[in-house]
T-cell receptor, first 112, second 116 residues
Framework: SQQGEEDPQALSIQEGENATMNCSYK?????LQWYRQNSGRGLVHLIL?????REKHSGRLRVTLDTSKKSSSLLITASRAADTASYFC????????????FGQGTELSVKP | GAVVSQHPSRVICKSGTSVKIECRSL??????MFWYRQFPKQSLMLMAT?????????EQGVEKDKFLINHASLTLSTLTVTSAHPEDSSFYIC????????????FGDGTRLSIL
């Protein structure tokens, strides 16, 4: 069963603007991960945030995790046209042996 | 960073053919490999998890006789779609992970399978 739900499903912004994507999940997790997928390609790992962490940064990416609300957000600051891709959250649920359950994804379009 | 190579990137073949897809971890030992299927504009669906030297664990609804998985070494896993039919056409993606379950998965570039 699908663990994560993401919103929005699609997001279109101008270069330079910030993009925020949200992810909600249902069960207890070990960690939550964000991945990026360019059309027709595999996934690229962006950030892993553990269940005892609340915020994590990597370059222009900022991820937050609220385990009480079972939600996470990915913020991309100062977006670029090259950020255009689909973004997926994935949860490593407790007791599942490290399997990842992916959300439906957010399709981000950054217009130059 | 960790590199996973998936081959072939695209396959077009006739109905009834068996197709083998390879997934290799190039610069790390992949204790666990995962196989996913992705339909257009949809998320990844986990098909099976394979640990080196043991039988794969299939997700509910995935036919193990249809999708044969072999993980004979720490750097190679293969997925064979046996007697493929048009409904098996999809994008198949593998991923690999090292020894700890809290490590990220590293993905191959996927295989676009088209059965005529």
């Amino acid at each position: 069963s699908q663990q994560g739900e993401e919103d929005p499903q699609a997001l279109s912004i101008q270069e330079g603007e910030n993009a925020t994507m949200n992810c909600s999940y249902k069960t207890s997790i070990n960690n939550l991960q964000w991945y990026r997928q360019n059309s027709g390609r595999g996934l690229v790992h962006l950030i892993l945030i553990r269940s005892n962490e609340r915020e994590k940064h990597s370059g222009r990416l900022r991820v937050t995790l609220d385990t009480s609300k079972k939600s996470s957000s990915l913020l991309i600051t100062a977006s670029r046209a090259a950020d255009t891709a689909s973004y997926f959250c994935a949860t490593d649920a407790r007791g599942q042996g490290g399997k990842l359950i992916f959300g439906q994804g957010t399709e981000l379009s950054v217009k130059p | 960073g960790a590199v996973v190579s998936q081959h072939p990137s695209r396959v077009i073949c006739k109905s009834g053919t068996s197709v083998k897809i390879e997934c290799r971890s190039l610069d790390f030992q992949a204790t666990t490999m995962f196989w996913y299927r992705q339909f257009p504009k949809q998320s990844l669906m986990l098909m099976a998890t394979s640990n080196e030297g043991s039988k794969a664990t299939y997700e509910q609804g995935v036919e193990k006789d249809k999708f044969l998985i072999n993980h004979a070494s720490l750097t190679l896993s293969t997925l064979t779609v046996t007697s493929a039919h048009p409904e098996d056409s999809s994008f198949y993606i593998c991923s690999a992970r090292g020894g700890y379950s809290n490590q990220p998965q590293h993905f191959g570039d996927g295989t676009r399978l088209s059965i005529l």
